[in-house]
């Protein structure tokens, strides 16, 4: 009976850096230890939700002459320097109310600029590509259903080969990473044209995909033993008091004008991390390892397109700060961990 390692990362925007930085850390524990390869290739199956999807995929889709994908570090450095890219700032958008009134009429973002940095480091790599076993979260909302897009060496002879095997990384990346209203669907087609999906961001139900990647790792691992890496992208901390709250209606829950930064999504991701968290702690004890941190003052800030300089360094040096207090459990994890051959 082998003992099978996931990975989760969680969806979180520009936050996803946190997870990038977990994940630099462990792989300096590993290589101070002497175990090469890289850090994906410790992992059975890496799963991750949105901004997840871009480091999952990032660490398993081959680099252009190399084995693996990108390392921690480097996808870091696509975090710093690409952000704002993804998320460009506006003169207006700090203004209060007014600088987010066209989040009413429409996505506030283009995805060009997130397709461009896609492209650039995926290429036209599909799915089958995967160097590991690799699973995307996103939600179909035509057809409606929740599509888990898998790729990698277990799926080589199951039916997700050809469901997805020669969908482009890039396509469903753009497709996992459509949040709403803030980036338009994502028409994700396969090239047979036997099967499409117009899709948006896989965090509408399931922003921390822990639980999910470990039901799929008994899928296609059936009667081993699991450990859960879970990593989140900074916990919100913002409380919404009853007498707050009592009057309020859509504009103050939903709307992105709201001074109040839409809490019913808030508290819908933030209530779906807490009970994957639990379940998890309940099934697997101490094989299950969560890290993340509280978005206190000063450790960066609770939006996910918040791409500014400050931010980053802010929501770094939280990530580092968090790295430090859980040294002994991250040095444990990496003694534990086995690169494959």
């Known amino acids: 009976m082998a003992l099978r390692h996931v990975l989760s990362i969680d969806g979180g925007g520009v936050r996803g850096i946190v997870a990038a930085v977990v994940l630099e850390a462990l792989e300096a524990e590993l290589q101070a230890l002497g175990k ?16 997840g999807a871009i480091i ?13 994908g990108a390392s921690p570090a480097e996808i870091r450095r696509m975090f710093e320097t690409d952000a704002r890219r993804i998320f460009p700032r506006r003169w207006f958008c700090e203004i209060p109310i ?35 076993n690799l ?15 898998r790729g990698g060496p277990a ?5 997700e080969a050809n469901r997805f095997g020669m969908l482009k990384a890039r396509d469903v990346i753009l497709g996992a990473t459509a949040a709403p209203t803030f980036f338009p669907p994502h028409k994700i087609e396969r090239i047979d044209g036997d099967g499409c999906w117009t899709a948006i961001d896989g965090a509408v139900f399931i922003n921390d995909p822990a639980m999910a990647a470990l039901t799929e790792a008994i899928r296609i691992f059936p009667g081993d033993e699991f450990r859960v890496v879970s990593l989140g992208a900074g916990r919100e901390t913002r409380n919404y008091p009853f007498r707050e709250s009592r009057n309020w209606g859509f504009s103050q829950w939903v709307s992105p004008i709201s001074r109040f930064r839409t809490p019913l999504l808030s508290a819908i991701s933030d209530g779906q991390a807490r009970a994957v968290n639990r379940q998890l702690h309940y099934l697997l004890g101490d094989d299950y390892f969560r890290f993340d941190y509280m978005l206190t003052r000063g450790r960066g800030s609770d939006r996910i397109d918040d791409s500014t300089k400050q931010n980053i360094i802010r ?17 444990q994890l990496a003694e534990e961990l086995k690169p494959q051959k």
Not at 36 to 44: T, V
Not at 63 to 68: A, D, Q, S, T
């Open 155 to 159: 799926y080589e002879e199951r039916d």
């Open 135 to 149: 699973m995307i979260s996103a939600y179909s909302i035509d057809p409606r259903d929740i599509v888990l897009f």
């Open 56 to 68: 999952a995929a990032g660490l398993v889709m081959p680099r252009p002459g190399e084995e693996m």
């Open 36 to 51: 090469p390869g890289g850090i994906a290739g410790c992992f059975d199956l890496i799963a991750g939700t949105s901004s």
């Open 315 to 331: 929501l770094t040096r939280g990530a580092l700060e968090m790295v430090e207090e859980n040294r002994p459990k991250i040095r």
């Open 98 to 132: 007014i600088g987010r009134l066209p989040q009413l009429f429409g996505p506030f973002y283009s995805p060009r600029g997130l397709s461009d940095v896609l492209y650039e480091n995926f290429g036209d790599m599909v799915m089958a590509d995967a160097r590991q």
